[in-house]
Nanobody, 119 residues
């Protein structure tokens, strides 16, 4: 089970932090990530982090977003210098494959949390 928190509304240039806590995983080593989706568009990867400290980022968020594990079962996404185009539903996901940017490699998903950035 994945439980997300931290979404909300902010003006452009502002910051938000998303949090995702996992429970009940069958894995001892795993990767957690954030994806986002705008209505009518495909879901895209935002960032991923694994328990061995590896991270990946989508091109559109590099240098602005930071993903890290706050504790073993909780991953945080710090989002700085937010832009209106960051507005989306953000989903936490988890799986056993490291560095994957493919949705299909993440069998566990949260319900999503909305992020809205106004100009």
């Amino acid at each position: 089970q994945l439980v997300e928190s931290g979404g909300g509304s902010v003006q452009a240039g502002g910051s938000l932090r998303l949090s995702c806590t996992a429970s009940g995983f069958p894995y001892t080593r795993y990767c957690m990530g954030w994806f986002r989706q705008v209505p009518g568009k495909e879901r895209e990867v935002v960032a991923t982090a694994d328990v061995d400290d590896g991270t990946t980022y989508g091109d559109s968020v590099k240098g602005r977003f930071t993903i890290f594990f706050d504790k073993k079962s909780t991953v945080e996404l710090q989002m700085d210098n937010l832009k209106p185009e960051d507005t989306a539903m953000y989903y936490c996901a988890a799986g056993s494959k490291y560095y994957s940017l493919q949705e299909s490699d993440y069998p566990y998903w949260g319900q999503g949390t909305q992020v809205t950035v106004s100009s």
